[in-house]
């Protein structure tokens, strides 16, 4: 039984090209379309993180992309939703990627295209570069599926590519994608980060007992700067982990907690501003933080990989209201309090 917000079949905008039906359904027809594909067979010699050469032990684009289908599916069935097209897009998602991870996407962009993506790069492989029919170039998925691989990363706001494939079909990149589309895209956040965090474990390049220290390391090398910015003596309260944004991202404008917040920072990790090579094009390829100081006037923030931002997140609204232009940007927060605080009001 399917969800009322599922992707039915019957609501499916079609394929570009007609075709005659058979036994399997439109989404099961796509999903062994991407299967028979040669992008999909060429995935087992793409890198995830470690080279094929340090052993087989460790995950390679084809099975990372195996695992994403996976978590989908899985997630999809439990909301009800439609495990097929949600199984069509994690496969996908990753057909135009690069060799070499994603350094190889960046020599590409530094070399030949400035504005190589290996998103857009999966969505010409199904759509021309595949040469399996006689009738047409690609593998002739249906709208939905497409439109789930578009928006993999999140809605496109400013587009620079052309994604419409006729007059009557079209894509609308400022509408979010479906359910299904969102949860594969979530799928793909699981899966790297648990099986990268596997292999560096395998690799011994991580071990656990990292893990048990970093906070404390963090705040060991942090704590001086953040007091002599505060002038006082601080508390440490709170590390999170990196965040990673995808394209289309916003942050909701807020004030953090007043208990334990009250001197806090930003540390720009790493971001893809979607111009090649991680250069900025000018600020307006970047992503602000917008923060409003004490006075109520808004400021836009702006800092390059290694920077820290100091501010005082539980007094001052900051948020990023902006969607995010580029393909992902990640940070870390680090948080204080004040030894002494005498609360008014």
């Not at 793409?46 to 996976?70: I, W």
Request: hydrophobic share 35%.
């Amino acid at each position: 039984m399917f969800h009322n917000l599922s992707a039915l079949e019957k609501n499916s905008k079609g394929r570009l090209y007609e075709i005659n039906s058979d036994h399997r359904l439109l989404y099961e027809r796509d999903r062994d379309r991407i299967y028979h594909s040669t992008a999909f067979r060429k995935l087992k010699d793409k890198t995830q993180v470690f080279m094929f050469e340090k052993g087989d032990y460790y995950r390679n684009r084809l099975t990372h992309t195996l695992e994403v289908s996976q978590i989908a599916r899985s997630v999809s069935r439990k909301f009800q939703l439609n495990e097929d097209l949600t199984e069509c897009i994690a496969l996908c998602h990753d057909l135009g990627h690069s060799p070499f991870g994603h350094v190889g996407e960046d020599i590409i962009a530094q070399e030949l295209d400035q504005d190589f993506d290996h998103n857009f790069q999966s969505f010409r492989q199904v759509t021309m570069l595949e040469k399996k029919y006689v009738s047409y170039s690609g593998l002739n998925l249906s709208w939905e599926t497409l439109d789930g691989l578009i928006k993999h990363n999140g809605i496109i706001v400013n587009p620079i590519r052309d994604y419409n494939l006729s007059e009557s079909f079209q894509f609308n990149l400022n509408q979010n994608p479906s359910l299904e589309a969102q949860i594969a895209s979530i799928s793909d956040d699981i899966a790297y980060i648990a099986h990268d965090f596997d292999d560096g474990l395998r690799s011994e390049i991580l071990n656990l007992e990292q893990f048990r220290t970093i906070r404390q390391i963090i705040h060991d090398e942090l704590q001086p700067l953040h007091e002599e910015w505060a002038n006082t003596k601080l508390t440490p309260t709170a590390v999170y982990g990196i965040r990673s944004y995808n394209k289309g991202a916003t942050l909701t404008t807020h004030r953090d907690k007043i208990e334990t917040h009250h001197i806090s920072s930003i540390v720009i990790v790493d971001k893809d501003l979607a111009c090649g090579c991680n250069k900025t094009k000018g600020v307006e390829n970047d992503w602000a933080l917008d923060i409003q100081d004490h006075e109520g006037n808004w400021h836009k923030v702006y800092a390059e990989i290694g920077d820290i931002i100091l501010y005082e997140s539980a007094t001052m609204e900051h948020g990023r209201k902006d969607p995010f232009k580029g393909n992902y940007f990640r940070n870390f927060y680090v948080h204080y309090k004040l030894d002494e605080v005498t609360y008014v009001g």
